[in-house]
C-alpha cells in the first residue's frame, strides 16, 4: 500500500502498489482476472419480477404465513432456475451463484433481526409464529433477494457500472490504492451507523444526522462518481416508496418517527449509504465467487 499527495508532479509518478494499471509485463504473468459480472437487462428482470411478485404479495396477503412462506420459497427456487437459464450458466456459476444468495440471505436476514429483535428500532405488525424471532421467516428470507436485486441493480450495464472496484481512500489530500483498506474503511462505516441507530432511533435529530454524515464521509474518503450517483438517486425514491406501499397498504411493520408516510428519515439516508457500500462489497465477492475470465 502506498500514499500519493496530489499535485502537478503526481502524473509522472510510478503507479502506487494496489493501482488497477498494470504494467504490460505484470499482464503477462497474470493472464487470468475475475471480475464481476455486468448485469444485462434480462438479468435485472428476472430479480426485479421477484420483487415485484413479493411485493404484491405483501400488499394483499402478508397476514397469511403459510401462503408467503410457500410463495417465498417457491420464488428463490424459480429465481435461480430463470437465472441460470439467462445467464446459460452451469458449473462454478451456479455454484457461486447459490453461495452468493445464501450470503445476502445470512446478511439481510441477520441485519433484520438486530435491528428488530434485539434493538427493536422498529417492529414487524405482521403473524409471525415463531418463539425465537417477531419476524415472520418468509421475511428473513426475503432479505436474501432483496440484497441480491440490489447487487445486480448496481451491476446493470446501463447503469454504466465500473469494470472493477475503486481501491481508493483519501484521507485529506493523501490518497491511498489498497483493496482491503478500502473494504475494511467501508465495513466500519455500515457499523458505525448501525450502531448509532441502535442507540438514536427515537431521537428526532440524532436518528439521521449520523446518516448524512456518513453519506458525506464517503463521498470525501471513497470520492462520489457518477454511477454512484445515479445508485443513489434510484434508491433514494424506489427504497422509500416501496417501504411506504409494505406499511401502508400492506401493514407489514411500523418505524418511529416515520414522517415519510411512515418511513422515517434515517431509514431514506440509509438506503443511499447501504447500497453505494454494497455496490462495493458485492461486486468484490462476486468477482471472487466467479469464474476466471481472460
Known amino acids: ?31 487470468r482476472d475475475r471480475v464481476a459480472p455486468v448485469a444485462s437487462d434480462a438479468d435485472l428482470a428476472v ?3 421477484v420483487i415485484v411478485v413479493v411485493s404484491a404479495a405483501i400488499a394483499l396477503r402478508p397476514e397469511s404465513v403459510a401462503l408467503m ?11 435461480m432456475i430463470a437465472w441460470t437459464w439467462v445467464r446459460r450458466a452451469t458449473g462454478r456459476e451456479v455454484a457461486g451463484e447459490t453461495l452468493f444468495v ?9 441485519n433484520d433481526w438486530a435491528s428488530v429483535v434485539h434493538h427493536r428500532i422498529y417492529d414487524y405488525t405482521v403473524p409471525h409464529y415463531v418463539t425465537w424471532s417477531t419476524i415472520p421467516v418468509w421475511m428473513l428470507l426475503f432479505w436474501g433477494l432483496i440484497l441480491r436485486t440490489l447487487a445486480t441493480l ?7 457500472p465500473p ?15 489498497h483493496p482491503w483498506l478500502r473494504v475494511a474503511a467501508l465495513v466500519a462505516l455500515v457499523l458505525a451507523t448501525r450502531q448509532t441507530i441502535y442507540r438514536f432511533y427515537a431521537d428526532p435529530w440524532l436518528s439521521w444526522l449520523p446518516f448524512a454524515g456518513a453519506a458525506a464521509l464517503y463521498a470525501l474518503v471513497f470520492g462520489f462518481d457518477r454511477h454512484d450517483r445515479r445508485l443513489a438517486l434510484a434508491i433514494l425514491v ?26 422515517p428519515l434515517w431509514i431514506a439516508l440509509w438506503w443511499v449509504v447501504a447500497l453505494v457500500v454494497w455496490k462495493d462489497l458485492s461486486a468484490r465477492i462476486l468477482a471472487v465467487l466467479g469464474p476466471a475470465r481472460r
Do not use: K, N
Not at 412462506?69 to 429465481?79: D, E, F, K, N, Y
Open 1 to 31: 500500500m502506498g500514499w500519493d499527495t496530489p499535485g502537478p508532479s503526481s502524473r509522472t509518478r510510478r503507479p502506487l502498489s494496489g493501482v488497477d494499471h498494470a504494467s504490460p509485463a505484470a499482464e503477462a504473468a497474470r493472464p
Open 47 to 49: 430479480d426485479a419480477a
Open 69 to 79: 412462506t410457500a410463495l417465498v420459497s417457491t420464488l428463490i427456487l424459480a429465481r
Open 102 to 110: 445464501l450470503l445476502c440471505t445470512g446478511l439481510g436476514g441477520f
Open 154 to 160: 448496481a451491476r446493470w450495464r446501463r447503469l454504466d
Open 163 to 177: 469494470i472493477r472496484p475503486s481501491d481508493v481512500v483519501r484521507i485529506g489530500r493523501r490518497c491511498a490504492h
Open 238 to 263: 424506489g427504497g422509500p416508496l416501496i417501504e411506504i406501499l409494505y406499511i401502508q397498504v400492506g401493514g407489514l411493520h411500523r418505524y418511529h418517527l416515520g414522517w415519510l408516510g411512515g418511513v
